[in-house]
């Protein structure tokens, strides 16, 4: 376990262990400092300000400072740290994408399509024989799901004569 006297320890080691401590994120443990220390939310703007500067040049205000050592203690210690904090509010459940079941959806079609192109595929090495089609794409399994999701008829497939070499 770290402790908060330890030489050495950097005021951002400080607020970096706090917040994994408590189980939040950085920022909101500013937040969550701000409001012990001055009883009230901070203006959005003034405590990004704060935390760009904490992120970018190290400079930690006292008030988080005080908290994290606070936290720490309690922490060593033994005690719940997050018991009398207040912190459920800025504890922030992982987001979902809001497209999300969209490209689970998708994923699932493209899925499906492409098995059953797989299982739809027959293939007898006695009788068949690839087919050369004439087609707008190059691929025949692109053109006819072209032409099914347009909600037009495949057109059929002829096979190309095969070219006769030509007598020497």
Same mark, same amino acid.
């Given at each position: 376990m ?8 950097t005021?951002c080691r ?6 994994a401590a408590l189980?939040?994120?950085?920022y909101?443990f ?6 012990q220390?001055?009883g009230?939310e ?5 405590l ?11 400079e930690v ?8 050592r ?8 033994? /005690?719940?740290v997050s018991a009398?904090? $207040? #912190?459920?509010? +800025?504890?922030?459940p992982?987001?979902?994408?809001p ?5 689970v ?7 499906l399509?492409?098995?059953?192109v797989?299982l739809?595929?027959q293939?007898?090495?006695?009788t068949?024989?690839?087919i050369?089609c004439q087609? /707008?794409?190059?691929s025949?399994i692109? $053109? #006819?799901?072209t +032409?099914?999701l347009?909600?037009?008829e495949?057109?059929?497939?002829h096979?190309r ?5 030509a007598?020497?």
């Open positions: 770290r402790s908060v006297d330890k030489p050495g320890a005021d400080i607020v970096t262990d706090a917040a189980g939040v994120r950085e909101d500013f937040h969550l400092a701000f409001h220390w001055f009230g901070a203006e959005k703007k003034a990004e300000r704060i935390f760009v500067r904490y992120m970018f040049h190290q205000p006292a008030w988080v400072r005080h908290l994290g606070e936290v720490l203690l309690r922490r060593d210690r033994g /005690e719940v009398r904090m $207040d #912190i459920g509010r +800025y504890r922030q992982p987001s979902r994408h497209l999300g079941r969209y490209y959806a998708l994923v699932a079609v493209v899925w399509m492409l098995f059953s797989i739809t595929t293939y007898d090495p006695g068949s024989e690839p050369h087609t /707008e794409s190059g025949r692109v $053109d #006819i799901w +032409y099914i347009a909600g037009r495949p057109p059929p497939c096979a004569e095969k070219e006769q070499p007598p020497t």
